[in-house]
């Protein structure tokens, strides 16, 4: 399952950014595990896009390139077995970063 959401904030430091931003999806997921899902963030003054995939099938790795789902088989995939959340709920979890100016 492909979620895309887009945040108006600015961040100094992308690392530290992506590491909050993906702490706060992975609570919300109840899982932990690299291969049961990815994120991916773009981080753009101002506006950040995030891409958030949950594997639906083993072995069937999820991303998009250009606008399209690409579906990749890769053995180490395994399927998502945690919270499915509602895109309202990402948002609602993500809204605190809209409020304010992320900084080293």
Known sequence: MKYKL???????NAGKCADDIKKKVTDLL??????????????????????IFT?????????????????????NIKK????????DQLKKALKPFEEFVILP
């Open 6 to 12: 887009t945040l108006n904030i600015s961040c100094r």
């Open 30 to 51: 109840e899982t932990d595990d690299p291969n049961q899902f990815h994120i991916s963030i773009f981080h753009e003054q101002t506006k950040h896009q995030i891409w």
């Open 55 to 75: 594997y639906d099938k083993a072995k069937k790795n999820e991303s998009e390139a250009h606008g399209k789902t690409i579906i990749q088989h890769d053995e």
């Open 80 to 87: 998502f077995t945690g919270k499915k959340p509602t895109l």
